[in-house]
């Protein structure tokens, strides 16, 4: 996010990266050899931790990628089901009380037992935080403790069939009783994972060894290195000169270079991300459904996917990613229809008094590009729209109280748990907390309020698709594009599997060559 | 004496007061803000902005808050961190050993350089060497930091592999940012220095060395350079305590967690001790190196050391 603000020098940095690497050498790929149990991996990672490794906070999401911190859970992105981790199993004993039965003899690196009251102390800390997790908090999770050594029983304020997933979570990792000072979380040594955090350069990186006493067997690596770049050309250039061995969220505009290297494979899959321009639904002119849809169908996604996003992300047919189980595969990318929509604006009886505002916001640097396009092609319809830029935080006071006109934004679906529940009920229903269409639509949360109680997860997602075709049949707002989760990573690697949602990079089978 | 610590006192307090303001000027809330560093989230609801506040005396009168900062700084400690809680001294000391090393290098560079370079270019003013030496000087005071970063970066790392892309690990990885940085500096003291040479060459103490019997290279070290150096102490203080915050793009571009980057962020994301931590830091190095420059300055001034008085 921040460097989204130095925008301007980074976006040139970049592409003065690309351009002239345009002209670099392309060595022949390694022949295929075994992995050396002695190799180190070097990941360089797009988020720095910055909150003294609160688990509560997204630094989680870094002890987590470096192979440390586990959770009773975890959501598998191939198979799109949650599985036994830490837990073996799970059972939910009442309409509220879920009770995880603990992996049995898993040690800390540290030595301690992993029993369920360590796993309760864990739960609980994150619990008790000021600023609390997005899916572990005192809403979601009412109490924890230990029914016996290897028994947790959780207790939901509500009947919550989606609590394993809030249990896979890497806000819900647990730590050695010894990682809870009185000075913050001390991760070294403390985690049950395949890596163990050994040393930290204060703002650069994390160095990890090997946990030879893994409870899942093991570990190929020696250790690895998570350092933190949040620069994403300096991420690219990374891989490239092979200093690091992965290289995360690639920015668009290193993408063609990296691809153009045979040394290097560049991974993609959809991100949970979609690029929005966002509607406000409560006020003139965009109350008035006919004027949304004119705005959608005047915008062309294909295009502005291929230009502005560099082939780095797909347009959108609605307001999920077409790969998630959840979306509806009938729904296709909004055509231009350029006479459509100008029936639609006369037909609404619009009369633009003032230019309308797209508000760009400044920590993602192609939104003004992207405003730039649509404010053309709103012409195009007899819409005039001027674009200002605005950092997020100078926008959301107004955005959040219906006073704007369209604001470009992006937001992570899966951000507090691996489902989309929590953005559907936020972002969408009448008394949302971050509507910030300020759209409302009583049938829309009839079925989000069914989605939240069904156990079926056959029947949730339905219910899911059903909501999203409300809003795509209202109009809500314009998904623009999909944006796709990027990796480079380094012909030495072996076994990496790429995780869309940026939770696992070191893991016990990642191996590497000599 | 007396007046360089006043003065140190009164620049920390405005400065520091300046960098305490920008949350009450700017639009949004602060708290959120810290709320957003510490995680990707929608919009915080309001009972965790509110306890997230009272957790740090957020949402006290101003001059209540600066007033606390100020007790605490008397004291010797310069708080706490709103985003991760931790002393505000555990980032900032380690950030401006960083600086400290990157701009010091730089300024080393830059000195030795601009040295040579400015005695080449005035002893041959206006021939050729003297033409090249003012058009690169010219030139590179032109060309920005980003613009030609990532195009070292792409010829040292990434070509010829000689070089580290980023990273603050090593003395190699070092040599891209540092000579980054000195290009400017070179740049501006290099002129400087021929302007201050070419002064001395003229003058008539020089003159009076040559006809005593010195050659031309005894009266150039003996009179000449300690004269021609006196303009580039003065700038080289300056350029020191631009360099101490003012590096945040060579610091991002190079991921090297430096002061410039620290105070940057920590501005933008409303943790406000750390950002006045950083620049109350950063302005004692400032007025400590400036003092330091001076004494430099006067040492080197073969007219105080004779005891001429100026004007």
């Known amino acids: 996010m921040k460097l989204g603000r130095l925008s301007a020098a980074a976006g040139f940095a970049a592409l003065a990266l690309a351009l002239a690497a345009c002209s670099s050498t392309s060595a022949s790929s390694a022949p295929e050899k075994a992995a050396d149990p002695e190799a180190r991996v070097v990941v360089a990672n797009f988020r720095a931790p910055v909150s003294n490794w609160a688990l509560e906070s997204d630094d989680a999401y870094v002890l987590s990628i470096a192979g440390c911190l586990e959770t009773l859970a975890k959501y598998d992105q191939g198979t799109k089901t949650v599985e036994p981790m830490l837990a073996t199993s799970w059972k939910q004993s009442s309409d509220t009380e879920w009770d995880f039965e603990l992996r049995k003899n898993v040690e800390f690196q540290d030595g301690t037992i992993m029993d369920a009251k360590a796993v309760a102390a864990s739960l609980n800390h994150v619990l008790k935080a000021t600023a609390p997790a997005r899916a572990v908090n005192p809403k979601t999770i009412k109490k924890v403790e230990a029914l016996d050594a290897d028994t947790v029983r959780v207790t939901t304020p509500g009947a919550d069939p989606l609590l394993p997933y809030r249990m896979a979570s890497v806000n819900a990792g647990v730590l050695s009783p010894a990682a809870y000072t009185g000075k913050g979380i001390d991760p070294m040594h403390h985690c049950t994972g395949p890596f163990a955090p050994v040393s930290e350069k204060a703002g650069q990186s994390l160095t990890l060894d090997r946990n030879e006493n893994y409870w899942d067997g093991e570990v190929k690596l020696a250790g690895g290195e998570i350092r933190y770049i949040t620069e994403g050309a300096t991420r690219a250039t990374q891989v490239q000169t092979v200093e690091a061995d992965i290289s995360m969220s690639i920015p668009a505009t290193s993408l063609a270079t990296l691809e153009a290297d045979d040394k290097i494979s560049v991974l993609k899959a959809d991100s949970p991300r979609t690029s929005t321009l966002y509607l406000n639904n409560s006020r003139a002119p965009f109350d008035n459904p006919e004027l949304r849809k004119a705005a959608t169908m005047a915008l062309d996604l294909p295009a502005m996917a291929a230009s502005i996003y560099e082939g780095a992300a797909q347009p959108a047919t609605g307001p999920f990613a077409p790969s998630e189980p959840w979306a509806n595969p009938d729904l296709a990318v909004p055509q231009v229809n350029l006479v459509e929509a100008k029936k639609l604006v006369e037909a609404s009886g619009y009369k633009q008094e003032k230019p309308l505002e797209i508000i760009a916001i400044t920590e993602r640097a192609e939104f003004a590009g992207v405003g730039a396009i649509i404010q053309e092609q709103f012409k195009q319809i007899g819409l005039q729209a001027n674009v200002v830029t605005k950092s997020y935080g100078a926008a959301e006071p107004d955005v959040l109280a219906g006073k704007y006109d369209m604001i470009l934004s992006q937001r992570n679906r899966m951000i507090d748990i691996a489902d989309p529940i929590g953005f559907l009920q936020s972002d969408y229903t009448c008394e949302g907390g971050y509507n910030l269409s300020h759209y409302c639509n009583e049938d829309y949360d009839k079925l989000v309020g069914q989605a939240l109680v069904e156990k079926d997860e056959t029947k949730r997602h339905d219910l899911y698709r059903k909501a999203g075709d409300i809003l795509a049949e209202d109009a809500a707002n314009v998904w623009l594009v999909n944006e796709q989760a990027i990796d480079a990573v380094g012909a030495k690697v072996q076994g990496y599997v790429q995780d869309p949602l940026t939770r696992y990079v070191l893991t016990k089978d990642l191996a590497k060559t000599s | ?311």
């Open chain 2, 1 to 311: 004496m007396v007046r360089r610590v006043l003065g140190l006192g009164a620049s920390v307090l405005l400065s520091s007061f300046v960098v305490f303001l920008v949350p009450f000027v700017s639009p949004g809330d602060p708290v959120r803000s810290l709320l957003r560093a510490r995680m990707d989230i929608g919009a915080a609801d309001e009972a965790t902005v509110q306890a997230y506040a009272e957790q740090f005396g957020l949402h006290d009168p101003m001059l209540v808050q600066f007033g606390r900062w100020l007790g605490r700084f008397a004291t010797g400690d310069m708080g706490i961190s709103h985003i991760s809680g931790t002393p505000v001294a555990d980032q900032v000391l380690p950030a401006i050993g960083v600086t400290l090393s990157l701009a010091g290098s730089a300024l080393l560079v830059a000195i030795v350089a601009s040295i040579l370079l400015g005695v080449a270019s005035a002893t041959r003013a206006g021939q050729w060497p003297d033409r090249l030496i003012t058009s690169i000087t010219h030139a590179l005071i032109a060309i920005p930091e980003y613009a030609l970063a990532p195009l070292l970066v792409l010829l040292f790392a990434v070509r010829f592999s000689l070089l580290p892309s980023a990273g603050f690990d090593s003395p190699a990885s070092l040599v891209l940012p540092v000579f980054i940085l000195a290009l400017r500096p070179i740049s501006f003291f290099t002129v400087a220095v021929r302007s201050g040479v070419c002064q001395a060459l003229d003058s008539e103490h020089v003159l009076a060395a040559r006809a005593r019997g010195l050659s031309s290279t005894q009266a150039l070290v003996r009179h000449v350079v300690p004269h021609g150096l006196l303009p580039l102490w003065t700038m080289v203080g300056v350029w020191f305590a631009g360099l101490l915050g003012g590096s945040v793009i060579v610091e991002v571009i190079f991921a090297i967690p430096g002061m410039g980057r620290l105070i940057f962020d920590s501005i933008v994301d409303a943790d406000i001790p750390v950002a006045q931590g950083g620049v109350v830091v950063v302005v004692a190095c400032a007025v400590v190196v400036t003092g330091i420059v001076d004494l430099v300055h006067k040492i080197s001034d073969p007219n105080v050391r004779i005891g001429v008085r100026h004007g």
